[in-house]
């Protein structure tokens, strides 16, 4: 199917295009001013917005990422998704309701409410944008590669489609449009996964243990055929039941759930999410259904991993004599084909093809937000923009950020999107956590010590990623790599809070004072919402 | 937006003064906390037990090739889901009329 031109699977995104267009061309006569833009008119219920949270998360990385990492090390697989969910708790104790009750359309909002607003803007814009061009430039290398594979259309003409696509949505639906288009692809989404897994137990008998055994049958056999003797065919398709090879040491594993977990509690397209509904009552609804769907997805992609195994791995014309996959991660993809045909098929790639540009969309809503809320509203002007023009340049950033996303897309087509995305994930678990967890839950916090600590955190987690192999052995070639490890979160997370820690105690300006005292009064806000009402209607 | 402080003053002052935000404070942060620390607890033993025994997780249970990560991996996921679910029934239940009470309590 490589390459080959798929026509059912694109009448079936044309009709997710043509529909999810109608809906930015409705969504466009609703945005009329920054807060629509921003933040829908902060008119989404809780259900609404836990879909779209669930559509903003899932990824095409995940669903596909994962799944065939399930495919190739079995339990491995789930490791990753546990890590991916089990921030979500952690969002919903600590921080949605103190977002929505102190923000309006950005978390920089928050993490400055009490703050010198230029320095800790500034701040939260440039680690804004870090996070968000490196997660784009790995949905769109991701997207590029699924659409040329899936599609048999070329990388650069998919990289420019997503680009056009996410655009229009956002340029003219704003925050309206990709609510809708995340929440129709989180609804396809589950729906195609629940299809994929309940198909695949209903081959044993709904029978997880049969599912097992088959699979780990198969993993054997590979084994033995490849020259193993029996007890060790044996073990090595037995050990696709438990952790193996994926994390080697204990650092680099730990580090691992540091990102996945605080990560996800610091990237701005999550974050800004939850100033999409009317209360805080609402934003804690909203993280419950969120959880729900997510881990029920995780559980169901655990099912199709396996499923893949069994259905996939035995079939030449997909994997090769070592049972690796011919097309690298498209397990779920050919788990399709093998349980619905070719139509199914189509539906799936599809599906998958909406799931990317539901995530390009808020991401670059968020981008353009920092820049037009943050840097331009706040900053430049200084709180004195109006709607019109803070919509205008919000709107021409969106036009920046999609050739940019074009542009880098075409320029790392053979980057390691999971790289990519852990890197994104360790930048927000260093920069934007620390920030948002101390200066909502510690008095002594100060502008100074935010904008230090939380530049601390990003700048170490850039130059370790740099200098680990990934970079420095991989890409720079050189012999050995200077960071021995390969995530850096547990290394640059505490560093971040410890400098905002010590430069906050240090700091004696007039300013840290002013910081302190503010401390009272926005705990009365974000514990009550008190002030916060209307706070999206102007 | 700058500086929403300036409004509000006087009304966030008397309600610091109130003995029932001072009681919402301590009883939900109390929870909140205690919920936190499960969900770390749960997943930073799951991800130690990685790190440093991987067989006690590959161990088989009942017989068959399922192994004990099996259910140690989706009861964490369940775990999340059951944890946010008894935060928003606390929360819905018990601090939102406290907090109703404290809104409408303090004059404009």
Redesign the interface.
Known sequence: MSGATNWSAIGMFAIFVAFTLGITAWAARRTRTRADFYAAGGGVSGFKNGLAIAGDYMSAASFLGISSQIFGFG?DG??Y???F??G???I???MA?RLRNLG?YTFA?VAS??FA?TPVRCFAAVSTLAVVLFYLIAQMVGAGQLIQLLFGLQYLYAVVIVGVLMTLYVLFGGMIATTWVQIIKAVLLLGCATFMALAVLYQFGFS??AL??RA?QVKTDIASAGGLGADQAAAKG??I????TF?T??VS??SL?IAL?FGTAGLPHILMRFFTVPD??QA??S??WA??WI?YF??LT?IIGFGAIVLVGTNPAWVDAAGALRSGNMAAIHLAEAIGGNLFLGFVSAVAFATILAVVAGLTLSGASAVSHDLYA?VFR??QAKSDEELRVSRWTVVVLALLAIGLGVAFEKINVAFMVGLAFALAASGNFPVLILSLFWKGCTTRGVVAGGTAGVVLALVLTILSKSIWVDILHNPKPIFPYIYPAIFSMPVAFLTIWIVSLLDTSPRAAVDRK?Y??????A?????ADGASAH | ??E??A???G???E??ADPR?QR??KR?GRF??L??AI??A???G???L???D??V????I?G????L??PI??G???L??V???L??RR??KEY?PL?RA??DG?PQ
């Open positions: 339990y789930l490791i998704s546990i890590g969910l089990v979500w708790p952690v919903l104790f600590l309701e309006r909002d409410f009490r607003q997880v243990e097992f055994a780990v037995g050990s039941m438990g952790p193996g994390l040491d204990p594993a730990i759930g977990m805080a009552r804690r609804i993280v419950l959880t729900g881990g995780y559980i655990f706040s200084k709180g503010g009272l009064h926005q705990r009365v806000r514990e009550t919402g008190i002030g | 937006m700058a929403p402080e409004d509000d003053s009304r966030y002052d309600v610091l935000y919402l404070v939900r909140t906390w919920l936190t969900m770390l749960a997943y930073y799951y991800i130690l990685i790190a440093f991987k067989e997780l590959a161990r088989p009942g068959g090739v399922t192994s990560g099996i991996g989706v964490i996921i369940l999340a889901i944890l946010t679910g935060y928003v929360a819905n939102d907090v404290l809104r303090a």
